[in-house]
């Protein structure tokens, strides 16, 4: 099919950028501040959400989600910015477990949570991405320790993409886990089903 050239009738209209864009509604103070304050065994899993060309993504955002060390599924109010009685801040307490965490890249596409570790039979923080140029979010995993053989999604990947789940331990005690959205040692994002 051969490109139409604008015409009177039929004006060129403004591109649009993909959006959304985050920076106004869905940051909240200590979004990243999933683990009580002070809790001996918190972690920090951190790392930098990258483009194709493997440039930093300066307006991402990334959630994470995931079971509490006993195992537990609940997770504690205070994960989301807005309350239900007057629809302003509702900060986290300080010192119930969430399960849940909202960290923004920083301009150098950096982001940031501190949280507990999750149980040994679920080593894993559940990720969300949300970023310009994305038409819809994605999702993936950040195993804070391998679990070796025994785990579905990795054992069904071949050992560089395996390599792209797994957060490396820094010698300062935090977990490094970058985020690739595409090109070269891509992170392997899930797909689910529409229901």
Sequence with gaps: MAQQLPTPEHPLTPAQTIGPFFGYALPHP????IAPVG???AVTVHGTVLDGAGQPVPDAVVETWQAAP?????????SLPRNGVDGGPRPRNGVDFT????ACTDAAGHWSVRTL???????YLAVCVFARGLT????????LTDPGPGDL???????ARRDTLIARRQPDGTHRFDIRLQGEKETVFLDFPEQ
């Design 153 to 159: 999604l990795l054992d069904d990947l071949d050992a």
């Design 39 to 41: 809790h001996p065994d």
């Design 70 to 78: 006993d195992g537990s599924l609940d997770g504690a109010p205070g």
């Design 99 to 102: 399960g849940f965490g909202r």
């Design 136 to 143: 819809h979010h994605l999702f993936t995993r950040a195993y």
């Design 30 to 33: 200590a979004g990243g501040d």
């Design 117 to 123: 570790p999750p149980p040994a039979d679920r080593p």
